[in-house]
């Protein structure tokens, strides 16, 4: 795999740092800057919304720029609102710190996954991919636990300088080691293909991939499946302490063990993706939905509760690499494609943590969120079934890639 990757994999890790850290860092914010926990909660809220806004904004903005200069400004708009936020004065400038860095985070991984795609063979794509991202699911493993750590020690603005000092590191990896063929529209290089290679540039050209059906299918499969995840994952400590018994202290490691299942699944997704993608992502998601039912009626036992953990956070993740590829491979390579992948897993995650919620306020208890994800799940089984389908129906030639 080419050292390109691991630059793309570290600007991953530190956009995945900035969204979780805050989490384990609100109550020190809260205090620091007299703001109520409510306050303090939007900094994560409004870091989700503006990632969905700018997945979309920025890749249409920059649509015929040179793909890699277009990722340098994206990690350097990262490092800005992470600067912004380690020496905010006040909580309206901590609030736009974290804006300006959720900007970067849907164009970067939109963007980011079709830089990492045509720096391998066709065959490997989705392994390249899976690559891109592992920065992210490490991000998500170390992320509350980091920001905690160095929080407690040296005050919470160390968590962002030390957030602002990975960004620059990844500013200087990917200019130097991305190289610069690999960033452009019309990539021919080592693993561009035919689709990738004749991407859309022009804004117009962008938007009219929407038409396709595939492209509106495969958004919506993964909206689903991030909401089958996530309507579980937001309620995940109501679960490990009201219902398996965990006592408040042991939620971080089980949060570990989770985001452990994350990082395999991603690689296994990846592989599997690149022998036969419509079949490995069928499976993925029906294991997700059945993990997450299985999980909803053995939550009440603390060993089940630790297995169903890393093999939710396993199924979870491992249709991520295959869903992009498929998404931008529809598209014909339009980046806007790949970034709206991303603002549809954020929409995703609203709705599921939505509809857990109600779940719960209804009485169902702190297991009904299982339930609901695996019902969202189930939705997005179906949705891909009728888009693998579909494409078989239409495909112009079967695919033998191994």
């Not at 969204?19 to 620091?32: D, K, N, T």
């Not at 929080?151 to 620059?168: D, K, L, Q």
Request: net charge positive.
């Amino acid at each position: 795999m080419p050292i390109g990757l691991v630059a793309l994999a570290l600007g991953g890790f530190g956009i995945g740092l900035t969204e979780f850290l805050i989490a384990g860092l609100l109550p020190q914010v809260a205090s620091s800057f007299s703001v109520s926990e409510a306050a303090a909660g939007w900094l994560i809220s409004g870091y989700a919304l503006s990632v969905a806004v700018g997945a979309i904004a920025l890749t249409a903005a920059t649509t015929r720029l040179p793909r890699k200069n277009v990722l340098v400004g994206l990690v350097a708009l990262f490092v800005l609102g992470n600067l912004l936020s380690a020496i905010a004065p006040n909580y309206q400038v901590m609030m736009l710190g974290r804006i300006v860095a959720a900007l970067c985070h849907g164009s970067f991984f939109g963007i980011g996954s079709l830089v990492a795609r045509a720096l391998v063979a066709p065959e490997r794509k989705s392994r390249a991919v899976a690559i891109m991202f592992a920065g992210l699911t490490v991000a998500n493993v170390l992320g509350v636990p980091f920001g905690a750590l160095v929080g407690e020690r040296w005050g919470w603005r160390a968590s962002f300088w030390a957030v602002t000092g990975i960004g620059v590191l990844a500013l200087a990896g990917i200019a130097t080691l991305v190289p610069a063929w690999a960033g452009r529209p019309q990539a021919t290089g080592a693993g561009a293909d035919d689709r990738v290679a004749a991407a859309p540039t022009s804004l117009r050209a962008q938007f009219r991939v929407f038409r396709s059906t595939q492209v509106w299918l495969t958004l919506a499969a993964t909206a689903l499946s991030y909401g089958g995840m996530f309507g579980a994952f937001s309620y995940i400590a109501y679960t490990f302490t009201e219902v398996a018994g965990f006592s408040t202290g042991d939620v971080s490691w089980l949060l570990m063990v989770y985001g452990v299942g994350l990082v395999v699944g991603n690689m296994i997704g990846g592989r599997a993706a690149d022998i036969d993608r419509d079949r490995a992502l069928l499976l993925a998601l029906i294991s997700l939905t059945v993990t997450l039912f299985v999980f909803g009626l053995l939550a009440a036992s603390a060993t089940a509760t630790v297995i169903l953990a890393f093999l939710m956070g396993v199924c979870g993740f491992a249709s991520v690499p295959g869903m992009i590829t498929r998404v931008t491979d529809a598209a014909h390579g339009a980046a806007l494609a790949a970034s709206a992948n991303v603002s549809a897993s954020n929409i995703g995650n609203a709705l599921g943590a939505w509809l857990g919620g109600l779940a719960i306020t209804a009485g169902f208890g702190y297991a009904s969120p299982l339930f609901v994800g695996s019902a969202i799940a189930l939705t997005s089984v179906a949705i891909m079934a009728v888009a693998a389908q579909q494409s078989r129906r239409t495909a112009p030639e079967p695919n033998h890639s191994h």
